[in-house]
């Protein structure tokens, strides 16, 4: 019984450490997306490009899914490095 319950510790302190990660790449993740989407708007400000009447949900989900590909892949090549 001693050994299920040690098993049982170690187990909940590895799903600890798993949402601890999850969480601290999820904030990684919207902090880089937010952070993207303001210089993208702030770029477009100074360019004269941007036209906020014209500014439809499709643009801003294409700038966010160009964020989220390129952090995507910023951090596949950091684990692959780490391995």
């Not at 600890?16 to 770029?43: N, P």
């Amino acid at each position: 019984m001693c050994d299920m319950q040690s098993r049982l510790s170690e187990f909940n302190l590895f799903v600890f450490y798993v949402i601890k990660v999850w969480e601290a790449v999820t904030y990684e993740l919207v902090d880089e997306i937010i952070l993207g989407f303001c210089f993208e708007m702030h770029r477009s400000c100074k360019r004269g490009t941007l036209f906020l009447d014209e500014l439809d949900d499709e643009y801003v989900i294409a700038i966010i899914s160009v964020q989220l590909h390129f952090l995507y892949t910023r951090y596949l090549l950091q684990s692959l490095e780490l391995a």
